[in-house]
T-cell receptor
Framework: EAQVTQNPRYLITVTGKKLTVTCSQN?????MSWYRQDPGLGLRQIYY???????DKGDVPEGYKVSRKEKRNFPLILESPSPNQTSLYFC????????????FGPGTRLTVT | AQKITQTQPGMFVQEKEAVTLDCTYD???????LFWYKQPSSGEMIFLIY??????QNATEGRYSLNFQKARKSANLVISASQLGDSAMYFC?????????FGPGTSLSVIP
């Protein structure tokens, strides 16, 4: 089954404790992206990757890191989480180009206290 | 700067009626794609329909159609014959060759 998986689905952590949210896709997609969803703001792009070893900032990259060492994986790293990073996070993948829809993971609900 | 505007935070529609969800966008790129996604209360993001900037005809997918007016920079979603299962958040999105931006969404409630 074609899918994007994210782990964990739910995470409660404390300020400053490093965490990683994993994302993996099995569709051989070049393009992968991370979003955060906050009420009234829709989804905002954090980072995206056009291919292996190629990453770039989206609209809200501050406080986040990513890496793309393999085509299928695109982890999101919060090295020192803060309460304003409490949000719903989505990973997505697609073929590259403006004409292709994205396939989304199930989301990760992160709470930072 | 690229931007997506959805001016209707919440809407109600009677079951079996048609409803239009508004989306306007701003970009200076000549080539882009416009997408609509549905997010039910369970939280997953579901792709509904796509319109390319160079497409001459409006896109349709079953009960969904996209009213694309390029000169007005609008890409409204029309849902015909609304069903209770259409109650959800709806997001308009625009994609260039790299970045993707989303609007704030419209919450649609279908009334029996």
């Amino acid at each position: 089954e074609a899918q994007v998986t994210q782990n964990p689905r739910y995470l409660i952590t404390v300020t400053g404790k490093k965490l990683t949210v994993t994302c993996s896709q099995n569709m051989n997609h070049e393009y992968m992206s991370w979003y955060r969803q906050d009420p009234g703001l829709g989804l905002r792009q954090i980072y995206y990757s056009m291919n292996v070893e190629v990453t770039d900032k989206g609209d809200v990259p501050e406080g986040y890191k990513v890496s793309r060492k393999e085509k299928r994986n695109f982890p999101l790293i919060l090295e020192s989480p803060s309460p304003n990073q409490t949000s719903l996070y989505f990973c997505a993948s697609s073929l590259s180009g403006a004409t292709y829809e994205q396939y989304f993971g199930p989301g990760t609900r992160l709470t930072v206290t | 700067a690229q931007k997506i505007t959805q001016t209707q935070p919440g809407m109600f529609v009677q079951e079996k009626e048609a409803v239009t969800l508004d989306c306007t966008y701003d970009t200076s790129d000549p080539s882009y794609g416009l997408f609509w996604y549905k997010q039910p209360s369970s939280g997953e993001m579901i792709f509904l329909i796509y319109q390319g900037s160079y497409d001459q005809q409006n896109a349709t997918e079953g009960r969904y159609s996209l009213n694309f007016q390029k000169a007005r920079k609008s890409a409204n979603l029309v849902i015909s014959a609304s069903q209770l299962g259409d109650s959800a958040m709806y997001f308009c999105a625009m994609r260039g060759d790299d970045k993707v931006i989303f609007g704030p969404g419209t919450s649609l409630s279908v009334i029996p």
